[in-house]
T-cell receptor, first 112, second 114 residues
Framework: SQQGEEDPQALSIQEGENATMNCSYK?????LQWYRQNSGRGLVHLIL?????REKHSGRLRVTLDTSKKSSSLLITASRAADTASYFC????????????FGTGTQLKVEL | EAGVAQSPRYKIIEKRQSVAFWCNPI?????LYWYQQILGQGPKLLIQ????????DSQLPKDRFSAERLKGVDSTLKIQPAKLEDSAVYLC????????????FGDGTRLSIL
């Protein structure tokens, strides 16, 4: 079963704009992770945020986590055409032992 | 470091045939995962190994799917007999340990059932 739901399902922006994707989940978590998947490839880990953290940065990526609302957001600033991919959030439920449950994903298209 | 290796990259079989996928995780990674990703969906965990022991196989259709990780390194996932609904990408991932660790994915095997 899919634990997380990403919103929007698809997003199309111009190069240089910011992209924001949201994720909602259902159970208590140890951590929440964001992954990127280019067409025909495996998933690439972007950021892991633990349940006691509220915000994390990595380069042009900013992730927030609100455990009271069971939601997270991923912001990509100054997007590039190379950011075109599907983005998934995944939750490691409390007591889950690093067993990830993935959301449905957001397809991001960055146009020149 | 070398990434997670999977083979084959593509496989086409007819329903009721059998198929096997192979995965070589990142060296030293104790935890190995097999996921099924149906087109347009996120990956779904099938089985998780810690070294050569099964941690979780609750979503593995055991009447047709089997997996093993001999010697705690390479792993194989088998489907016998295949059904049309098994058409998907089968992804292998590994992580250093069982908690608060990012997972490293291979590029997967795309399986088509005719």
């Amino acid at each position: 079963s899919q634990q997380g739901e990403e919103d929007p399902q698809a997003l199309s922006i111009q190069e240089g704009e910011n992209a924001t994707m949201n994720c909602s989940y259902k159970t208590s978590i140890n951590n929440l992770q964001w992954y990127r998947q280019n067409s025909g490839r495996g998933l690439v880990h972007l950021i892991l945020i633990r349940s006691n953290e509220r915000e994390k940065h990595s380069g042009r990526l900013r992730v927030t986590l609100d455990t009271s609302k069971k939601s997270s957001s991923l912001l990509i600033t100054a997007s590039r055409a190379a950011d075109t991919a599907s983005y998934f959030c995944a939750t490691d439920a409390t007591g889950g032992g690093n067993k990830l449950t993935f959301g449905t994903g957001t397809q991001l298209k960055v146009e020149l | 470091e070398a990434g997670v290796a999977q083979s084959p990259r593509y496989k086409i079989i007819e329903k009721r045939q059998s198929v096997a996928f192979w995965c070589n995780p990142i060296s030293g990674h104790a935890t190995l995962y097999w996921y099924q990703q149906i087109l347009g969906q996120g990956p779904k965990l099938l089985i998780q190994f810690q070294n050569n022991g099964v941690v979780d196989d609750s979503q593995l259709p055991k009447d047709r799917f089997s997996a093993e990780r001999l010697k705690g390194v390479d792993s194989t996932l088998k489907i016998q007999p295949a059904k049309l609904e098994d058409s998907a990408v089968y992804l292998c991932a590994s992580s250093p340990g069982p908690s608060n660790q990012p997972q490293h994915f291979g590029d997967g095997t795309r399986l088509s059932i005719l």
